[in-house]
């Protein structure tokens, strides 16, 4: 279990509906999880990697439509599919960007939501390009699979979740956190660690 991480691995375009099976990522219920991680009516929140919208959904839902959400994802395959799930809504925005470089005006947002994808971006970069477009204070929150061993196996005797090479462990997120100046401030593993999520809060005042 190293202590910095390295992506292995790009998301295939070509299975962008898979992203939106709840039997795939474990989670029946996307709106109580992101509410468990504080999101909340009112608040700009932008998603990291959308993929297809499976938590942007939930997101937009969780903060009403006094709030608002940017969805981001470098793959342009991906994002036609994402506007055939969510359409159009008075309060999203889309966003075709480099993740680490998202072009969103620095300072903007409540928090960074980021699902099961910070595994494959180099970590320190998208941390600081999370740290530039947070308001002070503002709260950044990290959703990644846990230890293969704990997960459950589907009907070919797969382990959900990708490869264990591929996996971004919890203490090498933490590791990767604190170096970019972010605070833990709360935690919690899912399905028996298979899943966790870290919220952390940056200190840049």
Not at 115 to 136: N, S, W
Request: charged share 25%.
């Amino acid at each position: 279990m190293g202590k910095h991480h390295h992506p292995q691995h790009i998301f295939n375009p070509a299975k962008a509906e898979k992203l939106l099976d709840p039997k795939w990522r474990l989670i029946e219920d996307p709106l109580k999880l992101v509410q468990q991680m504080g999101v909340k009516a009112g608040l700009k929140v932008v998603d990291l990697g959308c993929g297809a919208g499976f938590f942007t959904k939930a997101l937009l839902e969780a903060v009403t439509l006094h709030g608002e959400v940017a969805a981001v994802d470098l793959q342009k395959p991906v994002l036609e599919f994402f506007h055939k799930h969510i359409g159009e809504r008075p309060n999203l925005t889309t966003i075709q960007a480099d993740l680490c470089k998202t072009g969103l005006k620095s300072g903007q947002w409540d928090s960074v939501f980021i699902a099961f994808t910070m595994h494959e971006v180099k970590v320190a970069d998208a941390l600081q390009e999370i740290k530039r477009i947070l308001k002070p204070g503002g709260k950044l929150l990290v959703l990644e699979w846990g230890v293969s061993d704990t997960c459950p196996e589907n009907d070919s005797g797969k382990r959900a979740g990708p490869p264990d090479d591929h996996r971004l462990l919890h203490p090498t997120l933490l590791n990767h956190l604190q170096e970019a100046g972010f605070k833990a401030i709360n935690r919690d593993e899912l399905l028996g660690g298979c899943q966790y999520y870290i919220v952390a809060q940056s200190d840049r005042e």
